[in-house]
C-alpha cells in the first residue's frame, strides 16, 4: 500500500528554522517524482520545492531560505526551512507522481499522491 506521511511541523517564531519530514512506503523516492506543496487557508495548493528530472527546483517565494531534499535508503524526501516568516505559515504536503511535478503547479491536481500534511505555524 502505498503512503507518504509528513511529520516536523509546529509552531515556531519568524527566523526560526524546521524540518519536515515525508516518510514514503510502497514508494521508491528514486522512482517518482517527488516534492513539497503548501495551501495556506483560503488559498489553493502551491509547489514549494520539488525533484525534477535530476535537478531540485525551489519556488521563488522561498528561494535562498528552503531546500528539499532526500535519503533513498531510508526512502524519505525533506524540507529544510530556515528563516521562517508568518506567510510561511500553511499545511505542508508531500506529493507523488509519475509524471515531472511543477513548482509553479497550483492546485490539487499537481500531483497523484499527497500525504495528509503537517502544520507549520510562523509568528511574528
Known amino acids: 500500500q502505498k503512503q507518504l506521511v509528513e511529520s516536523g511541523g509546529g509552531s515556531v517564531q519568524a527566523g526560526e528554522s524546521l524540518r519536515l519530514s515525508c516518510a514514503a512506503s510502497?514508494?521508491?523516492?528514486?522512482?517518482?517524482?517527488m516534492g513539497w506543496f503548501r495551501q495556506a487557508p483560503g488559498k489553493e495548493r502551491e509547489g514549494v520545492s520539488i525533484?525534477?528530472?535530476?535537478?531540485?527546483i525551489v519556488a521563488d517565494t522561498v528561494k535562498g531560505r528552503f531546500a528539499i531534499s532526500r535519503d533513498n535508503a531510508n526512502n524519505t524526501l525533506y524540507l529544510h526551512m530556515n528563516s521562517l516568516q508568518p506567510d510561511d505559515t500553511a499545511m505542508y504536503y508531500c506529493?507523488?507522481?509519475?509524471?515531472?511535478?511543477?513548482?509553479?503547479?497550483?492546485?490539487?491536481?499537481?500531483?497523484?499522491?499527497w500525504g495528509p500534511g503537517t502544520q507549520v505555524t510562523v509568528s511574528s
Open positions: 506529493a507523488a507522481a509519475k509524471f515531472p511535478l511543477r513548482v509553479d503547479c497550483t492546485g490539487d491536481y499537481c500531483s497523484t499522491y
Open positions: 525533484y525534477s528530472l535530476g535537478t531540485t
Open positions: 510502497g514508494y521508491n523516492v528514486r522512482s517518482y517524482f
